[in-house]
């Protein structure tokens, strides 16, 4: 079935494909946004009309992920990967240390990263097993002194996903930017939580850091500002011009999923999603193979390979024929990635899935 505007079916793994709907109240409110008579590009960050969309975007958040009101919701610049330098700079005290439990190549930024601001340590690599598992935490030597144990729950690159909230006796912090509003989760269970947009959320330049209340009081005093959890919070993330474009687009795609039914509704689609190329994999008698264990696999970013690796080509050249577009996968991983994020169409992973039966019974 043609799709609206002729799109594509994309399965990048980030920036990634947006809800046709919101794309289409973007483009309503362009030249006038909500009556201001102005673009949200134009307005002033400080006007009660900006003040109402990053107060509706916050309050929409909140009850997406039922955020307790002992949890800050900063939206900050810089990426998730400035995370991975404001966790420790904030949260990592002199003297003390950090746990990291590494399933991916993201995890592995983020110790990195740590390891330059304190004693950053390593409780799980999942890098002998190529990272095709994540680790029951149960299992790992946690020290209840820890300032914080870092896990990513789902890794975009190698397609690994926590099945459920990870759960520890120290803060637990959460790059959460792959699989954030994919399902429900239990925010007190985390210390820190943070997610780049531009995969669920919107567009690229907007990140999201829901942090409990006691642990701003960690900020150590003398901070460069933007990197201060504290002095974010108590100017409402608008200690300078926030992203506006992003926070306004993302707040449009949290009432989008409000609509839809939230985050549970988001779950069962995703289930169902992914559900349909991993039978896909599993049922072609081999000729394509699952990266990540069934226990891990991903519900946002699907990664297989073909037997024959020298079909790689092919496959992608005749995919993007069909419409079906950015299907490569990492180098690290090799074969091909299907991210389908929340606005993903269910559609898209049938018509992939048809694909990938037709090119196995053409080239098998
Ligand atoms: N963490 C995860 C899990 C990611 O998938 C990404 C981006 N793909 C990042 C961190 C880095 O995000 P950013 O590009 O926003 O810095």
Not at 147 to 165: P, R
Request: net charge negative; hydrophobic share 40%; glycine share 10%.
């Amino acid at each position: 079935m043609p799709q609206p505007y002729d799109r594509v079916f994309n399965f990048s793994a980030g920036p990634g494909t947006l809800p046709v709907e919101v794309l289409e109240q973007c483009r309503e409110e362009m030249l006038n946004c909500q009556g201001s008579g102005m673009s949200v590009m134009e307005m002033s960050h400080r006007s009660s009309e900006f003040e109402a969309i990053i107060g509706a975007a916050e309050s929409d958040l909140r009850d997406l992920l039922a955020i307790p009101s002992t949890y800050k919701v900063l939206f900050l610049q810089g990426g998730a990967s400035l995370q991975f330098s404001m966790v420790p700079m904030n949260l990592l005290p002199e003297g003390g240390f950090a746990q990291y439990v590494v399933t991916g190549a993201w995890g592995k930024k983020a110790v990195e990263s740590g390891q330059i601001e304190g004693d950053a340590r390593v409780i799980f690599d999942g890098k002998t097993s190529n990272y095709k598992s994540v680790p029951d935490l149960g299992s790992l030597a946690v020290e209840p002194a820890a300032a914080y144990v870092h896990v990513t729950t789902n890794e975009t690159i190698q397609g690994v996903e926590f099945a459920s909230d990870p759960s520890v006796a120290p803060p637990l912090v959460c790059d959460m930017s792959s699989d954030i509003l994919s399902r429900p989760v239990t925010v007190s269970n985390y210390g820190l939580i943070y997610a780049g947009a531009q995969k669920n959320m919107g567009p690229a330049g907007l990140t999201v850091v829901i942090v409990r209340e006691d642990l701003l009081e960690r900020t150590p005093k003398s901070m460069p500002p933007m990197l201060d959890y504290r002095l974010q919070a108590k100017n409402g993330s608008m200690y300078n011009t926030p992203p506006c474009w992003s926070v306004y687009v993302s707040g449009l795609v949290y009432k989008h999923v409000k609509k839809l039914g939230g985050v549970a509704a988001m779950a069962q689609k995703s289930a169902e999603k992914s559900g349909v190329l991993y039978d896909a994999v599993d049922g072609s008698g081999g000729f394509y193979n699952g990266h990540a264990e069934k226990s891990a696999r991903s519900r946002m970013n699907v990664t297989f390979t073909l037997q024959d690796d020298s079909l790689t080509g092919d496959f992608l050249k005749g995919a993007e024929e069909a419409k079906l577009s950015g299907l490569h996968g990492h180098r690290s991983v090799g074969g091909f990635r299907a991210s389908i994020y929340n606005a993903f169409p269910l559609e898209g992973c049938k018509v992939l899935a048809g694909y990938m039966a037709d090119f196995a019974k053409r080239h098998g």
